[in-house]
Each structure stands twice: as C-alpha cells, then as structure tokens.
C-alpha cells in the first residue's frame, strides 16, 4: 500500500502501529504472534523483509524469550520495541520487572484484550492493568491517531536520561487495533528529527566502561535501587507534558497526560481510557444539546498516575462515575476508580463518586450505556444519595 | 434394487461410524477452515477411542490454545481448554490427581514444541501416562501463519517472507531422545492408519506421542503455492511419507526425503504416577519389604 504522509489516510490501528515501528526504524524487535497484536508484527515483518528497516527482526518461541530478547538487545544498547496482548504480556509479566528494574527503554504496544480463563480474544483492560505496577510508564489511546501519536512520543519519553524507563502504549484490542480511521501521518524524516537517535548513557557493549545489570543486591542497597526507580517514574510525568508539548509545537496535535472533554462546567463526569472515551463524547454533546451539564475525564498517562491533576480537574465536579474496562476482582472498585477516589480525597469539597466496570471480554459499550450512567449521576446530585458505589454497568 | 435402497446401502457403508455419540452438537460448526486436517485427525481417534473401550467418562482430554487445541471443545468427554504452550502441565496435575483417568493431549505443533517446549521435553522423561497428539500443520494456524519450529527450511509464511531460515524438529526424535516410551508418527491423509495407531497409542502405558502430519491450506498451503488442500495432502501426507516397516526393505535413496509412518519406537520403564504411589506407601512404611 502506497502510504501517503501528511494527508489523511484510512489506516487500522494495527496497520498505523506497524507504520510507526518502520519510522522509528528500531535496532531490535522480537515478538511472538497473539490476537488482537499479530497485525503489527506481520506488517512490520513485510517492512523488514522488503529491506524498509534496518531492525533485527527476532521471532522467537513465546513472549517469556520475546521480552528477554527485548531486555537483552536493550542492555546491549540498542532501541528495542515489541508488541503483545492478553495472555502474551502475562507471559511476559517475570521481564516486564527486568526491563524497568535495569531501567531499559523498551517500547511496546499493547493491543489490549481480556484474559484467560474461559478464553476471550476482544478488548478489556485486564492485561494491562494487571502490569500497571510493573514500573512501566503507560499511555492509553482512545485512537488510531493517538495510538500512533503516542507510540512516538513514547521512544523520546522512555529514552529521555531523566527517566530511564520502559513504556507501554495501550489501544483497544479490535476496536482501535481493526477498525480502520482516517489519520494524519508525519513524514519519515519528521519522525526522526522529533525522536532523534538513541546514544544509551551505558551499556554492556561499551567494553571500555564496563557494567554490571541485575546483579544481587541486599538488605543494603536493594531499596536504594528501588526508591530511585520511583522517583524517575514519578518524574516522567513532567517528560510527558514536554514531549507531548513539543509534539503540539512540531505537528499540530497537542498532548497532555489527560483530555477533559466540556468539563469546565460539568456537574457530572465520566472517567474512562481507551476507546470508550470516544463514545462516551458522543453521549456528552448530546445530553449537553438539552442543557445538562455533562463532561468526560480521559486519562492519557495512567503511569505515573497524575493525581494532582485530576483531583484538579474534577474539583467543580459534583457527581464522577469512573468506568473500569478491568476488575480487581474485590479491591475497592476497579483500578481506575479506586485510584481516582483516593486522588480525589484531599479536595476541600470531594464529588460523590462511584465505580463501575463495564466492557469486560468485549462487551459493547454503547451511547445508551453513557448517557444511563449520566442520568445516574444526575439522581446523585438530585437526592444526594450514593445508590450503589461500586458494581457491574448493567449492560 | 430400487434406487432408495441403493442410497440406504451406499449411506451405510460411507457412514460405517456414529461420532454423534462422541460430539457435543451445540457446539458446532466447529471452526477449523475447508480443507483442514484436524477434523480428519478428530474423527480417527474419536473412533480409536470408541474400539479402545474407553468409555467416556474415563477420558479427560487436556488442551492449550491453537485451532488443533479446539478439539476438546467439540467432544463429549471431561475436557480441559487451558494455556498457549501449557497443557501438558495441566494434564500432569490431572493425571496426579485422578491417576484412573485417561488423559489425551491435543496441541499444535507451536503450542507443544515452540511456547510449550519445556513441558514437552519433562513430560516425556517422566514417562507419566499420557497420549500426546501433536497436530502437526508446520505452521501457527490460529494466529495467521507464523512460522513454527516445524516448519522445513526455505517454507514462505508471513514471519519469512524470503523463505525460513530456522531448522526444524523432528517431533518424533525428540520426544524418542526426551524419553517418552511410545513414539508414533501417522497423518490425516491415511485416516485408517491413524485409528490402528492411535489406538495403539491410547493402550499404552506411559507417555507416548503421536505427531500427526496434517496440512493447513490457508496459511501453509497458499504462502507456499500449493494449488488445493487435496494437492496439499497428497504431496505432503501420501508422497512426503512412508510406513517405517516398509521403508526397512527399502535402499536407503528410496527413503531419503520421507519421513517414517506408524510406530517408530515402544519401550517398557516404569510410569511416573506409579512411581510416585509407590514412594507415598514407602514412606507411610507399607510395602518396605
Ligand atoms: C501466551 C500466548 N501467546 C500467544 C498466543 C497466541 N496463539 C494462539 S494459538 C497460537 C499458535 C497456534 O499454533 P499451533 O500450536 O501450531 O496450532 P494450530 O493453530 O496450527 O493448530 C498462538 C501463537 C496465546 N494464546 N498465548
């Protein structure tokens, strides 16, 4: 396909992934196939076979050897980028605490999908929650756009020195990574100039500076390493404002760690990653057409989590319903809302919130769904009453 | 003879087997595409099974993800639908736990020998008591025709657009060189060969792996130009093969290139659950004699 920049073209998410890993032009990629991801490597293998990257592509046997070969390949220096979902990044789950642990910056897509067990290939968020505390930075993409955009910026936020720290880019598994969207793409060298070569401080081919990576540390030191790691993360959070301000600067498109969609005003908001956002938008222009006061919180940056500035964003707030595409299964609520609840509670005035997880294994989120949350919301700022804080969107 | 009587004879002869018995007909259409030998394979062992006298409820039938790990949604025994590459650590839990049961694995070719590698080599050193059927399409089915560790030299798929570089297993030799104490290879093309030795397969006390040639004509078969998924079987199952019996009596140019069918190797050694019964009674002090 003769891929014009520029210009609006239809791409999948799957396919404008596939197109960011070729500009990027990583020095390693190894992966294993899995649905809804396989597009991206696939795509990207006719790039590497057709001599369009001068990356090693390595197709290994499962996603524990893949993102060994990613870790590996990044201690030897080089950019290395990957692309998994589901069950493959649970695969993964031993190397993603390698990765951030020796502070590699790996870039992944994660193409998100339910997991196992009973089996289920369509979207939710549990794989990608269930590795929110691996030490990976994570952006969510409601997207093909964004899942692109952020796929760039991504490279510059986790090579940046200051943090040192490999980064997820999340989209919705079939609904982003399938459906074909009208996008704007940059020109190859646009992508270069902005993510610039990658000169690793460290690295275990450098034989004059020899290094050391993982090796045993004690009661001593251990805590040192992680309490640094900590602090890189949360500073990551000032990294993603400049990089996505300087992506706005260079292309035209702006990028914070959250979008607040006619939330100004709103008296009653949704909070929701991914894809749902965009329906959720849908039921906010139309509720807001008969005068209610309706807005939506869409995270970007989930890790770091911006706490302060949602709790900002939501101070005028009176009701929050947080969606969750994922369950703790028995924590308080799913993550997104009991990690947006406890970000909310220093406020002087705290909105009445409440959580609800919806979508889970791909079940549909329709219009209908946001504009009942709404209306639920509205019974809460009528009454004053919290009917039920935490449960399953009836749907 | 009047016409319907000639259909009667003609249906009964061509329909000699019920698999309605065996099959959960709620769940069909199954998924496996036209021209796939999976149904083929599931239809010679479901009548093995049947000539065994196994009865269905003596069966637990444990599989990992793939289109050939379908199976055990289609039939009618206790049936397990677990991980990509993982079933056999989930059979070996079964096993331990219900040593009466008789387990039979189905897995691809990637999901025993590529992510499941490491589960395939110890389960075969063990020797605890299992059929293992290695659906064998030299190619990731499910997910769209990735190479696997089957796959010959030079063979086109879509993660070796220029022909594949990698060497492939001999299923067989490894599971021989691992330890399992039954190894057989058959196809889907001779279905009738396939039943005899599955059912020597299922008999078999320990763990014994069937790699069963079938051919994917999807992703295999259009990336390397084969015309039809009959052509497909024909060049790979009937031509690229040969009994082992036969190809004894064979000079040695006559069997170059073709890959053995039947049984290939059958030993006695001692079954693992047995083994491990035995050390519980050694320890509780029974039988030290
Ligand atoms: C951990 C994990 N990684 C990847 C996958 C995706 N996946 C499902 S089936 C499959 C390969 C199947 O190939 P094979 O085992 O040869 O069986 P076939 O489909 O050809 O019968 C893959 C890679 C998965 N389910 N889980």
Redesign the interface.
């Known amino acids: 396909m003769a891929i014009v920049t520029g210009k609006q073209v239809g791409l999948t998410g799957n396919s404008a992934i596939a197109y960011a890993m070729r500009q990027i032009d990583p020095d390693v990629c190894a992966a ?4 809804p991801s ?1 597009g991206i ?2 795509e990207f ?2 790039y590497y ?2 001599g369009q990257v001068s990356t090693e ?1 390595i ?1 290994v ?2 996603e ?1 050897s893949a993102m060994s070969a990613c870790v590996g390949a990044s201690a030897a220096g080089a950019r290395v980028m990957t692309a998994t979902s589901s ?1 493959g990044l649970a695969l993964m789950w031993e190397m993603l605490y390698i990765a951030s642990g020796m502070r590699l910056p790996v870039v992944m897509t994660v193409v998100n999908r339910a997991l ?4 289920n290939i369509h979207c939710d968020h549990s794989d990608s929650m269930g590795a929110r505390d691996s030490g990976w930075i994570q952006l969510y993409s409601e997207t093909v756009q964004e899942a692109y955009d952020n796929l760039l910026q991504a490279v510059r936020i986790a090579e940046d020195p200051r943090v040192l720290t490999p980064a997820m880019v999340c989209m919705d598994g079939f609904i982003t990574s399938h459906a074909v969207e009208n996008i704007t793409l940059l020109a190859d060298g646009e992508v270069k100039g902005f993510i610039g070569d990658y000169k690793p401080g460290r690295s275990l081919l450098d034989t004059d500076n020899p290094i050391t990576m993982g090796a045993m540390t004690l009661q001593d030191v251990y805590m040192d390493f992680k309490h640094e790691q900590s602090m890189a993360i949360a500073g990551a959070k000032e990294v993603v404002v400049e990089v996505g301000s300087d992506f706005g600067r260079r292309f035209g498109r702006h990028y914070g760690l959250m979008e607040c969609y006619r939330l100004e005003d709103a008296e009653a908001a949704i909070v929701v990653l991914n894809s749902a956002a965009g329906t959720t938008k849908v039921a906010v222009d139309e509720l807001r057409k008969k005068g209610k006061k309706v807005g939506l919180l869409k995270p970007r940056l989930f890790r770091p989590f911006p706490y302060a500035e949602i709790a900002a964003a939501l101070k005028n707030v009176k009701a929050v319903c947080v969606l969750d595409r994922a369950d703790s299964m028995n924590g308080f609520g799913g993550p997104l809302f009991s990690e947006v609840r406890s970000a909310l509670y220093g406020l002087a005035s705290v909105p009445k919130v409440m959580g609800r997880i919806f979508g889970l294994g791909g079940r549909d989120y329709t219009v209908e769904h946001s504009t009942a949350v709404f209306e639920g919301l509205y019974r809460i700022i009528e009454t004053g009453r919290m009917e039920e804080l935490t449960g399953y969107l009836k749907s | 003879m009047s016409t319907g009587a000639a259909t009667a004879k003609k249906q009964k002869l061509s329909v000699p087997f019920d698999y309605n018995k065996y099959i959960r007909k709620n769940k069909l259409p199954h998924i496996w595409c036209p021209g796939c030998g999976h149904g083929i394979v599931l239809k010679s062992l479901l009548r093995a099974i049947d000539k065994s006298g196994l009865t269905k409820d003596q069966i637990c039938m444990v599989s990992g ?1 793939g289109c050939s790990s379908r199976t055990p949604g289609y039939v009618d025994f206790n049936t397990m ?5 993982r079933a056999l650590s989930y059979a070996t839990g079964v096993k331990l736990a219900k040593p009466e049961l008789k387990i039979i694995v189905t897995t691809g070719d990637g999901d025993a020998l ?2 499941g ?1 490491n589960h395939f080599i110890h389960t075969c050193r063990r020797n605890i008591d299992m059929t293992i059927l290695v659906y064998s399409n030299a190619i ?1 089915g ?3 025709g ?2 696997s ?1 089957t796959t010959p030299q030079g063979s086109m798929s ?5 022909g594949n570089i990698e060497p492939s297993f001999d299923c067989c030799e490894l599971a021989k060189a691992a330890g399992a104490t039954f190894v057989a290879r058959g196809t889907a093309y001779h279905t009738q060969e396939l039943e005899r030795t599955l059912i020597e397969a299922v008999r078999h006390k320990g763990t014994a792996v069937v790699e069963i040639l079938d051919s994917c004509p999807i992703y295999f078969g259009r990336q390397n130009k084969y015309k039809s998924a009959s052509q497909m079987m024909e060049q790979i199952e009937k031509d690229g093969t040969i009994p082992a019996a036969q190809a004894e009596k064979l000079p040695p140019e006559e069997v170059k290139g073709k890959l053995l069918r039947g049984i290939l190797h059958r030993v006695e050694r001692p079954e693992y659950c047995e083994q491990y019964l035995k050390l519980v009674e050694k320890a509780l002090g029974k039988g030290n004699e």
């Open positions: 294993y196939p899995i649905t396989t490597i696939e293998s006719s076979a057709d592509l197709t046997e499962s524990h069950q196992s067990a009973p089996i | 993800i639908h677990t991980l990509h590459g590529a992510i590698g990731y499910m997910t769209g990735q190479f560790p879509t993660t070796s657009r220029y």
